[in-house]
């Protein structure tokens, strides 16, 4: 029985990662491309991680400051380990769909929580490898370690993942917790998503830092981490050989808080996933309910659509956030703009540079491009309205620019005030071209979403994850800005005036995305009918 559970969770996890729907086998072709897709994201970090592990070993081989070397191998991979696992615990755990379903069949319920405990670690391990395996390789290649620090080091290896698994659950357990009594759950959700990305990229963006700061000013570091980070540096000292005391300081106090940990949710697990949810309370007060038109009536239910879903909201808000942020960033630090102004050459005009940041944001933020896909088996109550299609594509149409496109003019009408361009023709450009990018972003996600839409999906995310729309929405959105931005950086800025080229770069998009719009209220509304 216990190896069947086993087995069913492995499943739901690489089905979950590949986007199947269980129903449909995917064809050699697709399961050779995710294949490969997948070995070239593991090489990657392995080539990332290997360049940055050499770095520091050579830094610190031979200086009596080996433990250095595992202390930050120990702090990376936890960290990748825990932003990679928390909200699956939380998935797997505390909100599985199927949780009623095994509850009432003649199971152990113990069974029940060691193979969710155990794929999750088998999870969370996947993610520590591609650390801790190019870490071992350069440290045996550049440091060549005894046998004793080989046993250390393997079973480092095996505990930390115990312990992020055993923490991620505690996190999960909380974000389950705070989820559960929320109104909006999504928002919740997107935040913390929001929250561990930015601690991600700011935690890679500073690879080089620790690199040049351990070779620099390798005792001050030495001193920080002993300071901050007692634990890792006990387990770093351990598998140097500098204090094996150290080393069974770590592996003790690890397997205590893990035991522990897993012993608490042990006892109150069926309890946390049979747990009523309850929002807050509101009083019933009557009131007169006003009518609407049928266009403001679908795009408030677009809107809801978009606020409701954690994977609507992070895969297709993120870039939208990120352009808020860079508005701020505009008016608290422009700076920021003129640095990367000397990269590219001082010729070219900071509102190209704003205005090339800002589209390019907006790229990565296919609004329009899950909108089709994301009724899935609810479709048919939208065909049934007493509406059009033209109209359902066009309040489709219409959400995304007003969103996408308030947004940039937002963020381009901050930037001309900040460089004092506003009543220029670059100044007005600086507003307006973002708008019409927003417009054909919106066109061309509605367009590819109609073309390949993906309506079996058992659960959200394998829209975002694997739908083919919204990729190819991606990579034409930046193939397109690419194209706009790269000849008057290249030396169309010799030849004519930022407002000049901004106006025959919009006359352009605005031409092809009226021609997209026709082709959608033409052609789309049949191949709409036709969807499921």
């Not at 239910?301 to 409701?308: N, P």
């Not at 590219?344 to 944001?361: K, N, S, T």
Request: glycine share 8%; with cysteine; aromatic share 12%.
């Amino acid at each position: 029985m216990f190896r069947a559970l086993l087995k069913t969770q492995l499943l739901s996890v690489i089905t979950s990662l590949t986007g199947g729907s269980g129903k449909k086998r995917r064809s050699r072709g697709a399961v050779l491309g995710l294949a490969a897709l997948y070995l070239f994201m593991f090489a990657n970090f392995f080539i990332v991680f290997g360049n940055l592990f050499t770095s520091i070993g050579y830094s610190v081989g031979g200086t009596g400051y080996e433990w250095l070397f595992y202390t930050v191998m120990g702090l990376m991979s936890c960290l990748l380990m825990f932003i990679g696992s928390v909200f699956s615990a939380q998935a797997q755990l505390y909100s599985g769909k199927d949780n009623d379903l095994l509850l009432s069949l003649p199971i152990p319920r113990g069974y029940i929580l060691l193979s969710r405990m155990l794929t999750l670690w088998l999870y969370t391990a996947v993610w520590g490898m591609t650390v801790i395996v190019p870490a071992g390789v350069c440290a045996f290649k550049l440091m060549a370690p005894d046998a004793r620090t080989a046993v250390f080091f393997i079973l480092s290896a095996a505990v930390l993942p115990f312990l992020v698994t055993a923490v991620s659950c505690v996190f999960g357990w909380l974000l389950s917790l705070v989820t559960g009594k929320a109104r909006n759950k999504s928002v919740i959700t997107t935040v913390f998503a929001l929250v561990f990305m930015v601690v991600y990229v700011g935690f890679y963006s500073s690879l080089n830092g620790v690199i040049t700061r351990i070779a620099t000013e390798t005792e001050q570091t030495a001193e920080t981490l002993e300071k901050y980070t007692r634990l890792m540096t006990a387990m770093g000292k351990g598998i140097a050989g500098d204090s094996i005391p150290s080393f069974a300081v770590f592996l003790a106090f690890s397997v205590a808080v893990s035991a522990v940990i897993f012993t608490v949710i042990s006892k109150t697990y069926f309890r946390l996933i049979t747990r009523t949810a309850t929002g807050k309370r509101h009083k019933f007060s009557e009131k007169m309910i006003r009518s609407g038109s049928a266009g403001r009536a679908l795009l408030g239910r677009e809107c809801l659509r978009f606020v409701r879903s954690p994977g609507y909201m992070l895969n297709c808000g993120t870039g939208m956030i990120l352009t808020v942020v860079f508005a701020v960033l505009m008016i608290i630090k422009p700076e920021l703009v003129f640095s990367m102004q000397s990269v590219l050459g001082f010729g070219v005009p900071p509102e190209v540079i704003a205005v090339a940041v800002i589209v390019l944001l907006n790229s990565v933020s296919p609004m329009t491009a899950p909108s089709v896909s994301i009724e899935g088996k609810t479709l048919w109550i939208v065909r049934s309205m007493p509406v059009s299609s033209r109209r359902l594509l066009g309040v489709k149409l219409l959400f995304g620019v007003i969103l996408q496109g308030g947004i940039s003019a937002l963020a381009g009408l901050v930037c001309a005030v900040r460089f004092k361009i506003l009543f220029s023709a670059a100044g007005v450009f600086t507003v307006v071209l973002p708008v019409i990018f927003s417009v054909f972003f919106s066109a061309l996600g509605l367009i590819l979403g109609l073309k390949f839409p993906r309506l079996d999906w058992l659960s959200e995310n394998e829209i975002f994850k694997h739908g083919p729309a919204i990729t190819l929405s991606m990579f034409a959105g930046l193939a397109v800005c690419m194209a706009a931005f790269i000849p008057y950086v290249a030396g169309v800025r010799n030849v004519m005036s930022c407002g000049a080229y901004f106006a025959c770069v919009s006359a352009a998009l605005a031409a092809v995305s009226a021609a997209m719009c026709a082709v959608i209220f033409r052609f789309g509304t049949k191949r709409f009918e036709e969807v499921g």
